[in-house]
C-alpha cells in the first residue's frame, strides 16, 4: 500500500481578519512607520503596506496566487473600514493624515479586539 506524502504547497489555516490586523500592528511597530508610501527604503510601511504584508504572511509560498492575496487584503480592509466609523475615507489616505505611528496602531489593534469580539 502507497502511503500518501503531505504537499508542501499547502497553505496555513487561515488567519482571521482580527489575527491579519494585530500582525499589521506588529509590523508597524517593528518596522517603523511612514506616509505617502507603501514601503520605505529602509523597510518602514503605511498602514496598507502593514496589512498587504500581513495578509500574505499566511501563505506559505510568496509565489500563490496574487487574486487570493488581494481577496485577502479587501476582505481586511472591508473589516477595518466597516468596523471603524474615523476611518471613512480610503485607508492610504487616513493613514498619510496622521501624525505619528501611535494612532495607527491603536485603530488597528482595536478594531482587532473589535472583530474577536464579534462587534
Do not use: Y
Not at 497553505?11 to 494585530?22: D, F, H, I, Q, Y
Amino acid at each position: 500500500m502507497m502511503q500518501r506524502l503531505a504537499s508542501p504547497f499547502r497553505l496555513r489555516s487561515a488567519p482571521t481578519p482580527g489575527e491579519v490586523l494585530v500582525q499589521a500592528a506588529d509590523i508597524l511597530e517593528q518596522r517603523g512607520w511612514c506616509r505617502g508610501d507603501l514601503e520605505t527604503a529602509d523597510g518602514r510601511v503605511c498602514a496598507v503596506g502593514a496589512l498587504r504584508l500581513a495578509a500574505q504572511h499566511g501563505l506559505k509560498s510568496p509565489s500563490m496566487d496574487t487574486e487570493l492575496k488581494g481577496r485577502r487584503l479587501r476582505a481586511f480592509r472591508d473589516a477595518l473600514l466597516e468596523a471603524e466609523a474615523e476611518v471613512a475615507m480610503c485607508i492610504a489616505e487616513w493613514n498619510d493624515g496622521q501624525r505619528d505611528r501611535r494612532k495607527v496602531v491603536r485603530l488597528l489593534r482595536r478594531t482587532a479586539r473589535r472583530l474577536e469580539a464579534g462587534q
